[in-house]
């Protein structure tokens, strides 16, 4: 009775092992499926825990220093034919002189976190002149309309014409013209105009511009005055370097309605998390006088940015569009019909009430009117000519961008005053420049990419290598089950043959037992002698079965 318990405690011991391979199998196979499932949103939540703006952090350090060298390229329209048109009405020649390249250095100052989740800086913005890169110097010389006059006489022109008179009168004694000659650094970082000297001395405390020079960039090389109040994300990350004030106020006031009004947006350097193809990107820029909406154009795969993978988003081409083609733009017509032509852009309101335009480079996605009324311009360009912003959408952060914008100054003709007397009503190109960055530095660009592209591998990886391990060991081991079975059961059945009454003979008479050999050869009890059989004769004898151990296994 001892061999069959002997050959069951074995056989469980053998099931049991393997029932535990069956467990771990399945783990494995719970554990792929739990990492293919959640593994992106645990990653999601681990990125938007991270870019928290927080004194410390490699987001802080970069959002506050940016690690970059941005570059702007400016263009001037040189008027070549000023004379003849003025005194012959002939077509304005233009010569477009440039680039004329600055490298500038970003930091943000005067930090003030706040308890609610937001936090407070000034920009300052340094530019620093690049003879190599530049087509000429600041010294070279071009003739460009004369801005601060022409903005007064287009003002003037449904004033008293008495006061047009006393102007014309002013501007004849000032020796003022409609264009003037100045050099390129003038012209953008400011120069002593006769008109603003004046209106110095006579325009009332309150009413006095901010600035005692004219210049396109004038006040913009240093520290701005502007306080920007922005989310740090930590409350809510949809929110993350979205404006939440802007010199104290949380709207602008300048147009027609709340929305048209909004100040939420990005200054341009940070952008919410989880963009998708369907986002609309907002940026606002104070000289814009709104915040302009982006939206997304395409993939792209910049080889600068070590095959990152972003999102290119670009103004709709009904952004600038009149009210006849994009009805929502007559919140911007705060003064009604008519407004701004299709393809310009009004920000008169916040310039001081000078009759700037606002459009992009060459007239791009404007009426070519504007363009065919000057000579000297070429058709636009849209690889050239268009504003973008390639971003990382799960991360939020900006790949590469180009701000693109042309100004323009909207001149109205104004009879009773001489000096320009003769000038059209026109839209006057003034210049054109594109800012922006090519790409990231490399410590910025191996953290995107292990925190963009390594993910989805490492997700791919654990998630189908767990998976197929876990298959592999359940088929093993159910393999193992299913053989472990048949040879318990091959030995159950051996185990009853052994045990097993003997079948009566055919003539009904029982086959004697076999007498087992008494040691020493002695005589059995009924006196009679048996010769001595081997040990082999004596198992055949006891159990035939073992005779045949070798086809079922069993050792004989």
């Excluded at 949809?238 to 990005?266: F, P, V």
Aim: charged fraction near 20%; hydrophobic fraction near 40%.
């Amino acid at each position: 009775m001892q061999l069959p318990k002997f050959f069951h405690k074995l056989s469980s011991a053998y099931v049991r092992k393997w029932w535990f391979v069956v467990f771990v199998s399945l783990l494995f196979i719970v554990f792929g499926a739990v990492i293919f499932v959640f593994f992106s949103g645990w990653v999601k939540a681990f990125i938007q825990s991270e870019i928290v703006l927080r004194n410390g952090s490699h987001t802080f350090d970069w959002w506050r220093r940016p690690p970059v060298t941005p570059m702007m390229s400016i263009y001037v329209y040189n008027v070549t034919n000023a004379d003849e048109f003025l005194n012959d009405g002939a077509k304005p020649k233009l010569q477009e002189v440039g680039p004329f390249v600055y490298r500038e250095k970003w930091e943000k100052v005067n930090l003030r976190p706040h308890k609610n989740g937001t936090i407070t800086f000034q920009q300052r913005k340094m530019y620093y002149f690049d003879a190599a890169a530049s087509a000429g110097s600041e010294d070279d010389l071009v003739i460009v309309p004369n801005i601060p006059m022409l903005s007064a006489t287009s003002q003037s022109k449904h004033a008293a014409r008495f006061l047009r008179l006393a102007m014309a009168s002013i501007m004849d004694i000032l020796k003022i013209k409609p264009f003037v000659e100045v050099s390129i650094g003038q012209l953008l970082w400011g120069y002593e105009d006769p008109l603003l000297k004046l209106a110095k001395d006579v325009v009332p405390k309150e009413q006095k511009l901010p600035y005692e020079e004219f210049g396109l960039l004038y006040g913009k090389n240093g520290t701005s005055k502007d306080v920007v109040t922005i989310f740090t994300g930590r409350d809510d990350v949809t929110r993350y370097g979205l404006i939440n004030r802007y010199n104290g106020n949380s709207q602008m006031k300048h147009w027609n309605t709340d929305e048209c009004n909004s100040l939420e947006a990005s200054d341009g350097s940070l952008f919410p998390p989880g963009l998708t193809k369907n986002s609309t990107v907002y940026v606002y820029e104070k000289d814009l006088c709104r915040r302009l909406p982006l939206v997304f154009q395409e993939e792209i795969d910049n080889a600068g940015c070590r095959g990152i993978k972003g999102y290119r988003f670009t103004p709709p081409i009904n952004v600038f569009a009149d009210i006849d083609s994009n009805p929502d733009n007559i919140c911007f017509c705060p003064s009604g019909p008519p407004c701004a032509p299709n393809g310009l852009f009004n920000v008169s309101l916040c310039q001081y009430d000078s009759p700037i335009m606002i459009s992009f480079p060459h007239f791009y996605l404007a009426d070519p009117s504007f363009r065919e009324a000057v000579e000297g311009i070429s058709p636009p360009e849209k690889e050239k000519h268009q504003l973008y912003i390639d971003i990382q959408p799960e991360m939020g952060a900006a790949l590469s961008a180009r701000a693109r914008v042309q100004i323009n100054l909207a001149v109205s003709q104004v009879v009773d005053i001489k000096q320009v007397a003769t000038f059209p009503d026109i839209i006057f190109p003034i210049m054109w420049f594109e800012e922006g960055i090519d790409s990231l530095p490399n410590e910025v660009l191996d953290l995107l990419y292990l925190a963009t592209e390594v993910p989805p591998l490492v997700r791919v990886v654990l998630s189908y290598g767990l998976f197929a391990l876990g298959v592999l060991l359940l088929l093993i081991s159910l393999g193992c089950l299913v053989r472990s079975a048949g040879r318990q059961e091959t030995l159950s059945l051996e185990a009853s043959n052994h045990f097993a009454k003997p079948k009566p003979a055919a003539n009904g008479n029982r086959k004697p037992m076999p007498q087992l050999p008494h040691s020493g050869g002695k005589p059995a009890q009924n006196g009679t002698t048996n010769h001595v059989k081997s040990g082999k004769d004596t198992m055949d004898a006891l159990n035939p079965a073992f005779v045949e151990a070798p086809e079922t296994g069993v050792a004989g």
